[in-house]
């Protein structure tokens, strides 16, 4: 019944967070400490390339790995259009088998919330079996401050003169046993007033109290966990970053 990232919403993706857009200041936070590092970053959720191409374009070595196979097709779309070239890997990221290990893993905007969290535990042990000794761990994880049960929103997004996206967002529950919220997401496309392609989603969010994800990233075998909110603007905001290293003596398998 339901799809997630299929065919409409990269689209609305991709329409409204195009290559280089930044939410609320993800881009530059995230440039300012890739910038010094001089060997490969892997950005999981990697999507459309939003982040990944305008680092490509500053000189960073960064490679992709997403699960949605229309998601890295765009990607491959925008990375031409861009003019750059860059190693996209399709996978699950609770099992990972990629032969090479990264200087740094990122994964901004809250994307690890989009994991169900009785699998968190192998996503965080996949990416510490990828990083190098000494290799950085920066994750965003949001607290739903914002979520209202029930709550409706729509939207429409032009595409042409006579085509463009309906999109439409209602709010489930807040599950507070369980650490979650879901919401049904409708993407139509509407051409000359008729709907002529539906996709639904069943999206949802999942979070973790601070201290609970430092835990899991100790259990995982990280150290040196530290975290900032606001991406350093606002000590109050609902979106934290962690960072966590994987230890000097390390080995792996």
């Not at 400490?33 to 950005?43: A, C, D, K, R, V």
């Not at 990264?102 to 990828?130: K, R, V």
């Amino acid at each position: 019944m339901f799809i997630e990232y299929g065919e409409l919403s990269t689209r609305l993706y991709d329409l409204t967070k195009p290559v280089g857009f930044s939410i609320n200041g993800d881009l530059e936070y995230y440039y300012q400490y890739l910038e010094q590092l001089t060997g490969t970053i892997l950005e999981a959720g990697v999507g459309t390339g939003r982040l990944m191409i305008p680092y490509l374009e500053k000189g960073l070595d960064i490679e992709g790995v997403d699960l949605s196979s229309a998601m890295l097709a765009q990607c491959e779309k925008n990375m031409a259009l861009h003019h750059v070239k860059g190693t996209l890997y399709q996978g699950d990221l609770t099992k990972l088998a990629l032969k090479k290990r990264y200087e740094a893993i990122i994964m901004p905007t809250g994307s690890l919330c989009l994991i169900p969290n009785h699998l968190i535990l192998d996503i965080l042990t996949s990416f510490y079996e990828h990083l190098e000794a000494s290799g950085t761990l920066i994750v965003d994880l949001e607290l739903p401050t914002w979520f209202n049960e029930q709550e409706v929103s729509i939207s429409n997004y032009p595409l042409t003169d006579t085509e463009g996206l309906l999109f439409t967002s209602t709010a489930q529950n807040m599950d507070w046993h369980q650490q979650k919220v879901s919401y049904v997401h409708r993407y139509e496309l509407v051409s000359n007033g008729q709907v002529t392609q539906t996709e639904l989603s069943h999206f949802t969010l999942y979070w973790y109290g601070i201290q609970e994800f430092i835990s899991l990233l100790e259990k995982a075998g990280f150290t040196s966990v530290t975290y900032e909110a606001g991406y350093g603007k606002n000590t109050q905001d609902s979106l934290i970053t962690f960072f966590a290293t994987k230890p000097d003596n390390s080995t792996v398998n």
